[in-house]
T-cell receptor, first 113, second 114 residues
Framework: GAGVSQTPSNKVTEKGKYVELRCDPISGHTALYWYRQSLGQGPEFLIYFQGTGAADDSGLPNDRFFAVRPEGSVSTLKIQRTERGDSAVYLC???????????FGPGTRLTVL | KQEVTQIPAALSVPEGENLVLNCSFTDSAIYNLQWFRQDPGKGLTSLLLIQSSQREQTSGRLNASLDKSSGRSTLYIAASQPGDSATYLCAVRDGSGGYQKVTFGIGTKLQVIP
């Protein structure tokens, strides 16, 4: 596709459940970022992939959060034992090598009841 | 740790006015700085990207400047229109190390009144 896509657009789950959020970056973009955005705040960095490897996962809040990018394209953010505080919009961005301009997807709004 | 501040937090102007949004950052060792707009309930749209070696970038009615040494960037919007109403976010990409962490400000919410 022409841009970054994210699925689902909305996810409602119950406390304690497991969720997976998917990001499909722009073709050819080797860098992929996950962010979390709470209401009235700027995006908060979670994890950065360069190719298949997580180059920086220092933003993941705890070990309930995990992300993979097995083939260097699509990435999945996985959240175990969800808590109400995990409710936010999860944004994905990709960029090409060198220039570093990020292009964002529309986000997944996660609501934990 | 990089910190990014955006001032003002909110701004309301009449249509046609020129305006300036400010972004400041604490660590000047940056790789680049990117300005985005975000409409309510939507993702981020890239407006301008300034590399660390550049002083400014222009796109249509938008002009962004970068002063690395003082840790500041400004986004200038000329002849504002109601369609410019959105939240404007500044993002700084660090230049240190083998990776490039990105830090966002919390944004400036702009309302342009017809």
């Amino acid at each position: 596709g022409a841009g970054v896509s994210q699925t689902p657009s909305n996810k409602v789950t119950e406390k304690g459940k497991y969720v997976e959020l998917r990001c499909d970056p722009i073709s050819g973009h080797t860098a992929l970022y996950w962010y979390r955005q709470s209401l009235g705040q700027g995006p908060e960095f979670l994890i950065y992939f360069q190719g298949t490897g997580a180059a920086d996962d220092s933003g993941l809040p705890n070990d309930r959060f995990f992300a993979v990018r097995p083939e260097g394209s699509v990435s999945t953010l996985k959240i175990q034992r969800t808590e109400r505080g995990d409710s936010a919009v999860y944004l994905c961005a990709s960029s090409s090598p060198g220039r570093g301009e990020q292009f964002f997807g529309p986000g997944t709004r996660l609501t934990v009841l | 740790k990089q910190e990014v501040t955006q001032i003002p937090a909110a701004l309301s102007v009449p249509e046609g006015e020129n305006l300036v949004l400010n972004c400041s950052f604490t660590d000047s060792a940056i790789y680049n700085l990117q300005w985005f707009r975000q409409d309510p309930g939507k993702g981020l749209t890239s407006l301008l990207l300034i590399q660390s070696s550049q002083r400014e970038q222009t796109s249509g009615r938008l002009n962004a400047s970068l002063d690395k040494s003082s840790g500041r960037s400004t986004l200038y919007i000329a002849a504002s229109q109601p369609g410019d109403s959105a939240t404007y976010l500044c993002a700084v990409r660090d230049g240190s190390g083998g990776y490039q962490k990105v830090t966002f400000g919390i944004g400036t919410k702009l309302q342009v009144i017809p």
